[in-house]
């Protein structure tokens, strides 16, 4: 018998399709005092960084009174004692991370300066605690969310945006969750800030907070935007569990034949541990530790595909390709229409048309079986059916042309959804993963259905006529080349004390030292 296809209660808790009794038994478990103490140093070190890359420091009495509370005393700190505090966290948490056992200590504040002092959420409650955090932030990038990528002005609304934002995160009582880096990580993509990205993606890593599908496929869009091959090779090697990997497996466990596609053991280190109680001096090895690797999801296969098309070429996707295949990945009309505008590239009319027909199997299998994903859906299919019309076009295919369009315009769409301007050629980069909405903590109780193979819902084969092509046109090389998602904003009300909204005033007194 084959394995049992996917359910949203056996994803792991972080998952954007997790189902609400995996939730339920994941927030039973506890933060350890030293990730909470992890938390504090990297969030203020996160709030040090920006505020000295945008050089909110060395300001007057009249222009303090213009900003939050809780950053008022950086900002009339000289640039020289900003950096000196910076050093000192950095400093903190390199022993934090090297030092073991690890022992809490207490060190005497440098300056009057508001920090971080998050508490232990409530038992069972760990993955609904952040939620007011994660709301006031949704509502200060709201806004945001309104520009386009390439409209001017973004500067002067981010330098409005960012002592806000430090503001939110360090009188949180809650620590910030995968959902708060999210938005973080897609709202400064989108406002085109590759540095407040990098930032908020350190903080992530060093406080071993679990990714997630959005947070993958955020940070490899950004790297492909940016055309930053090195940074996404790297990311990629870690989502795959080379080097240290984004995350590692619980405590014990064994890599089995079954689990072998997921888990990795970290390579053996000479490190090796006295036994206790052992007059002889008896040593042994510890047990390894297990890289987990992220959950397939065909969307996050999609961006990982995009990437190696534009920074290694057709042979190396490819190779690449099969290689997750065998883990069990697979690709949704999204994810196979990053090929087909490979081929509109190349000018590739038969793999080109091999591809749109497996585009047109998986729309139909897909049916309208899940109502809740329609209009993202609907979003995906135009960007597939532009790079269909796109291709006929090249090839000089005009009877195709006229198939398409038809169709297209059946199922609704316009012509200038079709055929958007020349001058907005980043139009499909950001289709949003609407994490907010799907997790059920939030009270929807929805979730997307969870993509899988065996569910017919993505796909793993790729036509063979794509596979003999790369066989006979090798790929140019990176050098002879020369990168949600959206959250939902909810409505701000009275259960935000001290946190700051678009349309709410600033509260004096910090909510981590409320009563």
Not at 216 to 238: D, H, P, W
Request: proline share 7%.
């Amino acid at each position: 018998m084959g394995e049992s296809p996917r359910t949203n209660n056996h994803l792991p808790p972080q998952s954007i399709y997790a189902g609400g009794v995996r939730l339920d038994k994941a927030g039973r478990r506890r933060h350890t005092p030293k990730k909470i103490h992890t938390l504090n140093l990297s969030i203020e070190r996160l709030v040090l960084r920006a505020l000295l890359y945008f050089k909110i420091y060395d300001y007057p009495g009249t222009a303090l009174e213009k900003l939050p509370a809780a950053i008022q005393p950086f900002a009339a700190l000289p640039r020289a004692s900003l950096l000196s505090m910076l050093h000192n966290i950095e400093d903190r948490l390199q022993a934090t991370t090297h030092n073991s056992p690890w022992t809490s200590s207490d060190y005497p504040p440098e300056f009057s300066t508001s920090s971080p002092s998050y508490q232990q959420p409530p038992r069972g409650s760990s993955y609904h605690a952040a939620h007011d955090l994660n709301t006031a932030l949704n509502s200060l990038f709201d806004r945001s969310r309104c520009f386009r990528p390439s409209t001017s002005g973004l500067l002067p609304l981010l330098e409005t945006l960012i002592p806000k934002v430090a503001h939110n995160l360090l009188v949180s009582s809650s620590p910030p969750d995968i959902t708060t880096y999210n938005i973080l990580l897609s709202s400064f993509a989108h406002l085109r800030s590759p540095l407040l990205v990098d930032m908020t993606l350190d903080s992530l890593l060093e406080t071993h907070t679990r990714p997630n599908e959005a947070t993958y496929t955020t940070v490899l869009k950004e790297y492909i935007r940016q055309g930053n091959a090195a940074s996404f090779v790297t990311f990629v090697r870690l989502m795959r569990g080379y080097d240290t990997g984004l995350m590692l497996a619980r405590r014990g466990i064994r890599v089995t034949e079954a689990s072998r596609g997921r888990l990795v053991e970290k390579p053996r280190s000479d490190v090796v541990s006295e036994l206790e109680g052992e007059e002889d001096g008896e040593r042994r090895r510890r047990r390894p530790k297990v890289i987990q690797k992220p959950n397939p999801d065909p969307g996050v296969f999609g961006a990982v595909m995009a990437g190696m098309l534009k920074f290694a070429g057709l042979d190396a996707t490819l190779k690449l390709y099969g290689e997750m295949v065998e883990e069990g990945w697979g690709l949704d009309v999204g994810g196979l229409t990053v090929f087909l505008k490979d081929c509109v590239k190349r000018k590739d009319w038969a793999g080109g048309k091999a591809i749109w027909a497996r585009i047109e199997e998986l729309r139909e299998r897909e049916g309208h079986s899940n109502r809740a994903d329609w209009d993202m859906r609907k979003r995906v299919d135009r960007v597939a059916y532009h790079s269909m019309l796109s291709l006929c076009r090249s090839c000089d295919q005009q009877q195709e042309v006229s198939k398409v369009y038809g169709r297209a315009r059946n199922e609704g769409y316009t012509s200038d959804e079709l055929f958007p301007p020349s001058n907005d050629s980043k139009w499909e980069d950001w289709i949003p993963v609407d994490e907010m909405e799907k997790k059920p903590i939030l009270g929807t109780e929805k979730t997307s259905a969870v993509p899988d193979v065996q569910q017919g819902n993505i796909v793993a084969p790729l036509p063979s006529v794509l596979q003999q092509l790369s066989l006979s046109e090798p790929s140019k090389s990176a050098s002879e080349k020369s990168k949600k998602f959206q959250p939902r904003t909810e409505e701000l009300d009275g259960r935000l004390p001290g946190f700051i909204g678009e349309n709410i005033e600033v509260d004096a007194t910090p909510l981590a030292h409320a009563a």
